[in-house]
């Protein structure tokens, strides 16, 4: 879907940026025109695919925020796929897009202007080990394709473009080993509408390896990236260093050791408060090493590590230091099939200079759960107990902390009809549970948990069916008194009408219910629906194919918006010929101060010619 975005801009400006994006295509059109006149089978240059298109495209969007939009654009395409010499050699794939556009705004007159995009990618040696490929790009987003759904997503926003370069050059050794230096550079130009000018574009050059040796692998990335930003005089310059170490002498064992640098320095003309200027600096190291031990035939597995951490960081003459480390320690022993043991530690310590802090938690636990038994009727019956004890210190905190808990579940599924396969399905689960803590937090707390949900599902010739529904409820009580309830209700349902035409549709109704130490109820009601219907030769013709979305979402959580979005759309293609039409509406309502109803309406028209 193109993109379609409302807004004004002045006469200077529009032909400024047409003037960059025709100065940033000319490699591309120089390309292409060489290319184009170039013998097919000459020894040097060899074209291998020529494709492109020519088409019209209009668009109107009704009740936008800052008036009607129309827009009536002629477009050209014109693709190149070809090798120098040989295709191991060097490969070329070019594009370049022409669009002339022609938009009328309600209340700011008529623009008009040549807009030039397109894209090319080099590859040199691409099969040897010293590659080196070339990618450039230059997009608008009046005319270019955007990864979006809905273009009506990004209704209000300005009119850019937006350019990019991206080098690679790379060296794999004998052995396999790899290493390669990139350089990227981006930009973004707003250009002067309503809102001002604005523009940003960043450079970034790294470095990267990739050693594969026996049993271990090293990883390497290091890269320097400038940004800047026009409006405020912002400029940022980040520095990134990461090295992996991965080692696995045999099966059961492995350790894996990360050390990181992270340098940034931040600028900007744009005060934080009427004296200060905001510039940032921010300097962090870390280095980590966690060993797995997980032996395939054994019952018990092993894991920890330690991790050191430093930063330092100055923002508006305020600046930080501080020191940490960590370490960390587990186990898990499956005793007999229905016990299992595991046991864990963790140390935390930090200094910044003035305040020092040891913080540690130790806990162990054991988890029994039953065989699974064939009750009346094929319901199958499992129970299971927990415990845990913990023990966790700090400078203010010393505190320990006992957790009992009993539960069961039932389960049945009830297969249905021969011709239609069909199924029931029901689960109930109950637990109760009790927390008592000693030490500097002296609280007993008493918990009971029941959900259950029930669903049938069919699949048959004419389509597919589900219904599902989840209820939940917690209760807390005891020194912490609050409970929640909790209900999900989901209906699927995929018709097909006819060997040309389906029907989809789905609901989702969810309700959320709490209330914490008696403070009253918070009851949230949100509702979701889709229905989806295609045909693929509606009215009786051949490739004219139909398809109408209607999607819709509302909540009554206060400050939020409720959403409706319909689209119907005819494509239709004969030969090389692509025609479509669409009309999409978009509704938002707001729930609460601040938020405001809007109504959009966008018709669009395209016709295509393909070679």
Avoid at 360 to 371: F, H, I, K, P, V
């Amino acid at each position: 879907m193109h993109k379609d975005i409302p807004s004004s801009r002045d006469d200077g400006c529009k032909d400024r940026l047409a003037g960059d994006g025709r100065r940033a295509a000319w490699c591309l059109l120089a390309v292409l025109a060489v290319a184009a006149l170039w013998p097919r089978h000459g020894q040097a240059f060899t074209i291998t695919d020529v494709s492109g298109n020519v088409g019209y495209t209009y668009r109107a969007l009704k009740g936008a925020a800052n008036g009607d939009t129309t827009s009536n654009q002629g477009m050209g395409a014109l693709n190149i796929k070809s090798y120098l010499w040989q295709p191991w050699a060097a490969t070329v794939d070019a594009g370049l897009r022409y669009t002339y556009d022609q938009t009328d705004f309600q209340g700011g007159g008529e623009n008009t202007g040549s807009i030039l995009t397109g894209d090319l990618n080099l590859g040199i040696l691409s099969q040897s080990r010293t590659p080196f490929s070339l990618t450039y790009r230059l997009s608008d987003s009046r005319v270019d394709i955007v990864g979006l759904d809905s273009p009506l997503t990004t209704l209000g926003s300005s009119e850019f473009t937006t350019s990019r370069l991206l080098l690679k050059q790379a060296y794999i050794t004998r052995n396999g080993h790899r290493f390669q230096a990139r350089f990227d550079m981006n930009t973004w130009d707003r250009g002067q509408d309503e809102q001002g000018a604005e523009k940003y574009d960043d450079r970034l050059f790294g470095l990267e390896m990739d050693m594969k040796m026996p049993r271990q692998t090293l990883i390497g990335k290091a890269s320097i990236q400038q940004a800047r930003r026009s409006t405020i005089n912002q400029e940022t310059e980040t520095k990134i260093v990461n090295l992996d170490h991965y080692y696995y002498p045999n099966r059961a064992l492995r350790i894996d050791t990360m050390f990181n640098i992270y340098d940034s320095a931040y600028q900007s003309d744009q005060p934080l408060n009427s004296t200060n200027q905001p510039d940032t600096t921010t300097n962090l190291v870390q280095l980590s090493s966690f060993a797995f031990w997980r032996p395939p035939d054994r019952p018990l597995t092993i894991s920890g590590g330690v991790r050191l951490y430093g930063l330092e960081g100055d923002t508006t003459g305020n600046s930080i230091k501080t020191n940490n480390y960590s370490a960390t320690g587990g186990l898990f022993y499956q005793y007999t099939r229905n016990l299992r043991l595991d046991a864990s530690f963790n140390v935390v310590g930090s200094d910044n200079g003035e305040d020092q802090n040891v913080a540690s938690n130790q806990r162990a636990g054991a988890l029994y759960q039953s065989d699974l038994r064939k009750l009346i009727s094929g319901i199958v019956y499992q129970w299971y107990s927990q415990g845990t004890v913990q023990n966790r210190t700090t400078r203010l905190v010393d505190n320990r902390n006992m957790l009992l808990k009993l539960g069961h579940n039932l389960q049945r599924n009830w297969v249905l009809g021969e011709r239609a396969a069909s199924n029931i399905r029901f689960s109930f689960d109950q637990s109760i549970s009790a927390d008592e803590q000693f030490g500097s937090l002296d609280t007993s707390t008493q918990r009971l948990d029941h959900s259950g949900s029930i669903s049938w599902d069919q699949a048959g010739a004419s389509g597919t069916s589900l219904l599902q529904v989840t209820l939940s409820d917690v209760r807390n009580f005891g020194d912490l008194d609050n409970n929640q309830q909790f209900a999900n209700f989901q209906a699927q349902r995929s018709q097909t009408l006819s060997r040309r035409s389906s029907l989809t549709g789905n609901l989702t109704v969810q309700y959320i219910r709490m209330d914490f130490n008696g403070n009253g109820d918070d009851d949230r009601v949100t509702s979701t629906g889709q229905i989806n219907y295609t045909h693929s030769s509606i009215f009786g013709v051949p490739r004219l194919r139909f398809l109408s979305d209607l999607r819709i979402a509302k909540t009554d959580v206060a400050n939020n918006v409720d959403r409706t979005e319909w689209e119907n759309r005819l494509n239709y293609s004969i030969g090389l010929l692509d025609t479509r039409l669409s009309w999409r509406y978009f509704k938002l309502r707001g729930n609460g101060s601040g938020s405001e109803d809007q109504d959009f309406h966008l018709i669009y028209f395209q016709v295509m010619r393909r070679f």
